[in-house]
């Protein structure tokens, strides 16, 4: 079993910037797939990017393409999710993700395990 843990959350001025971490438990962390997902008022949960295991293949949703990066250190356990140029339009619940396969993942589906989340607020 895998526990996710998001942080970094808060409210951000537009344009800002911020860095969201996933801290994972379980010793199996390097050898998954980890992803972000999000959520905004009254809308569905979609993709924000996602990370194979090795961290050296990344893929990003078309809304946040060009403003976010995700990484891992997986001697810390650990994915982030850096993002620039915020709008208010990115406010949402973020979501860590990690599935029990090694390359890159966009479907939610396939992800086993979420965390909690972390609130983003961006104001204009």
């Known amino acids: 079993q895998v526990q996710l843990v998001e942080s970094g959350g808060g409210l951000v001025q537009a344009g800002g910037s911020l860095r969201l971490s996933c801290a994972a438990s379980g010793r199996t962390f390097s050898s998954y797939a980890m992803g972000w997902f999000r959520q905004g008022p009254g809308k569905e949960r979609e993709f924000v990017a996602a990370i194979n295991w090795s961290g050296d293949s990344t893929y990003y949703g078309d809304s946040v393409k060009g403003r976010a990066t995700i990484s891992r250190d997986n001697a810390k356990n650990t994915v982030y999710l850096h993002m620039n140029s915020l709008k208010p339009e990115d406010t949402a619940v973020y979501y860590c993700?990690?599935?029990?396969?090694?390359?890159?993942?966009?479907?939610?589906?396939?992800?086993?395990?979420w965390g909690q989340g972390t609130q983003v607020t961006v104001s204009s």
């Open positions: 993700a990690g599935a029990r396969i090694k390359a890159v993942v966009t479907q939610e589906k396939v992800y086993d395990y």
